[in-house]
């Protein structure tokens, strides 16, 4: 079965960047389509980006977009979210999931999930 292990989250400043890595074990990441969603208190998972296996992306966070950026290595079986320009309003914790057949911002449609990683942005 398919595990999913975020990693990357920590404190930064605003304007700063992070890398966020999403780790799988237990099967090959190639077939699956991989989200990244965040969700900070009080409020639902938000859908950021995805990316299905022929690398077509999507952008569906109106507030990330031009700042974030996702990207996977196939042959490492990981998928990245590059952020820069970083904003206190991007503290969050921070999610990949894995569907086995398209992209959605939508989390119930999304199989397997990581236990998340911790952004947070303050000076």
């Known amino acids: 079965q398919l595990q999913l292990v975020e990693s990357g989250g920590r404190l930064v400043q605003p304007g700063g960047s992070l890398r966020l890595s999403c780790a799988a074990s237990g099967a090959t990441l190639d077939g699956y389509a991989i989200g990244w969603f965040r969700q900070s208190p009080g409020k639902e998972h938000e859908g950021i980006s995805c990316i299905r296996s022929n690398d077509v992306t999507y952008y569906y966070l109106n507030s990330t977009k031009g700042r974030f950026t996702i990207s996977r290595d196939n042959a490492k079986n990981m998928v990245y979210l590059q952020m820069n320009s970083l904003k206190p309003e991007d503290t969050a914790v921070y999610y990949c999931?894995?569907?086995?057949?398209?992209?959605?911002?939508?989390?119930?449609?999304?199989?397997?999930w990581g236990q998340g990683t911790q952004v947070t942005v303050s000076s």
């Open positions: 999931a894995a569907d086995a057949a398209v992209c959605s911002n939508w989390p119930l449609e999304y199989d397997y």
